[in-house]
């Protein structure tokens, strides 16, 4: 999240409005996921790690398919 902060910033945008863009992507992403997918995009969102369960093997897996991603 800080990665894509800095890039706003990169744009022009003061910290108000990088907070606001990403509010309003957040907004939209959740009115196009299920209800149950929405903390994990709120623990994003806040620049936390989600708890992916049974996922996160599997993804580990696939990011060394496309050397580390």
């Known amino acids: 999240m800080n990665e894509l902060k800095i890039k706003l910033a990169a744009l ?3 910290e108000e409005q990088v907070e606001q863009v990403i509010a309003t992507v957040g907004e939209f ?3 196009k996921l299920p209800p149950n997918l929405h903390p994990m995009l709120n ?3 806040s ?3 989600p708890d992916l369960g049974p996922l996160a093997g599997m993804l ?3 990011k060394g398919m496309f050397g580390g991603l």
């Open 43 to 45: 623990d994003v969102l």
């Open 47 to 49: 620049g936390k790690s």
């Open 29 to 31: 992403a959740k009115s």
């Open 60 to 62: 580990g897996g696939l």
């Open 12 to 14: 022009g945008l003061d």
